[in-house]
């Protein structure tokens, strides 16, 4: 111990030395973080000369964030340094994912422009969900869409597998696509939507195929028909799709044209003819299955998860050639 060891100064000389302020030492003193060694005649805090050292520890731990009861453990050597460092820089890591995430949703609501204050709480709240909590609602619309139905497996298990995972650091884009993803499972009328697709998908398992051509052929249904509907669908996305891209409308007399060469070999590869029953179910079939929320629906899940994004959208030949089905 040297000479200068002994020497107390009082909270002024210290203040001088850390370029601390009184207030701020008498605070920590108060606190039990920085115990004076002794007090003058007059009953003034004097410090030793390790009180600088231990001032500035307390000055660093609190810039950084670190609560007074977990600096108080260090001063004292229940905590080593190295420890409180950790666990601290994985307490700043959640506050930066946190941040990041309020600021895609600033961004996601500054992108809407007509964002109302309830739409900002609902928005914020959403983001701010666990993945586990994330699941769960989009888990609750598909187990309700498929309650009590038999309806295809393979669709089933797909929308059952198909969950959000939002990253740990989302972009906004990600952001708002789970905001989007969660307000459209909300909404009771596409709910509704997906549920009817349910049940429809239910009563053709229960016809042993397609109720649409069971009652366009007045026959038994096929084991090949969904593999006729599959191969009808290429077909109907080439020239009903290259029509809608055209913008030739569906009433008019080249889209009736294009519709009347277009119907007949869809009936063909149906095994069945062109006739009323056969277009009749075919517009019904067309009207139950297509919506774009549905295929908006997958996009979404695709953003959230990173997945790579399908193809040119089906739906707007679908849609063409239910408008020229009913035009003729």
Known sequence: MTEDDDVLIPIGALARLTGLSVRTLRFYSDSGLLVPADRSEAGYRLYDA?????????RTLRELGVDLPTIRRVLERELSVAGVARAHAAAVDAQIRVLR???AVLQAAAAR????????KLMHDLARLSAA???NIVTDFVEETFAGLDADPGIAERMRMAMPDLPDEPTTEQVQAWIELAELVGD???RARVRAMAQRSADDRAAGGS???RAATESPASAGERTAHEATAQLVAERAGAAAQAGIDPASEAGLEIAAQLIPEMARRYGTSDKPAFREAL???????TDRRVERYWELLAIINGWPQRGASATPAWEWLL???RAA
């Open 50 to 58: 390790g009180a600088a050292g231990r001032a500035e520890l307390v």
């Open 133 to 135: 909590e994330r699941r």
């Open 101 to 103: 995430l309020q600021r």
């Open 113 to 120: 422009d007509t964002t109302t204050p309830q739409e900002m």
């Open 323 to 325: 408008a020229a089905l």
């Open 211 to 213: 109720v649409g051509v």
């Open 283 to 289: 517009a019904d079939m067309i009207d139950t299955f």
């Open 188 to 190: 009771p009328d596409f």
